[in-house]
């Protein structure tokens, strides 16, 4: 059975930083081989691709947060992370980490219980 647990949430003001991480424990996947990504989701609206990095080392991100945040994968120790600056307001929201394999021609998608992030001054 696949584990997804993020950490690194909190309450900051406007232009302060976090730094996420996504600690993986799975049975059904091999780390290396799945293709990660962090999802947010705002109070009152579905949720929302944030940035993913590719198992071959493709990253992704959304249009509104390009320059100001930063994913980044450790394959050896399982670990997914985001890196946050300069944050906004609009950034609020529950913090997901996802993986996703494919196996048998099937994709499966693995979720965590998400980590909150408020920014507010």
């Known amino acids: 059975q696949a584990q997804l647990a993020e950490s690194g949430g909190g309450s900051v003001q406007p232009g302060g930083s976090l730094t996420l991480s996504c600690i993986t424990s799975s049975n059904d996947f091999v780390f290396g081989r799945a293709d990660m990504g962090w999802y947010r989701q705002a109070p009152g609206k579905q949720r929302e691709m944030v940035a993913t990095?590719?198992?071959?080392?493709?990253?992704i991100y959304d249009d509104s947060v390009k320059g100001r945040f930063t994913i980044s994968r450790d394959n050896a120790k399982e670990m997914l992370y985001l890196q946050m600056n300069n944050l906004e307001p609009a950034d609020t929201g529950v913090y997901y980490c996802?993986?996703?394999?494919?196996?048998?021609?099937?994709?499966?998608?693995?979720w965590g219980r998400g980590t909150q992030v408020t920014v507010s001054s």
């Open positions: 990095f590719s198992s071959g080392g493709r990253i």
């Open positions: 996802r993986a996703t394999t494919i196996m048998y021609a099937q994709e499966f998608n693995y």
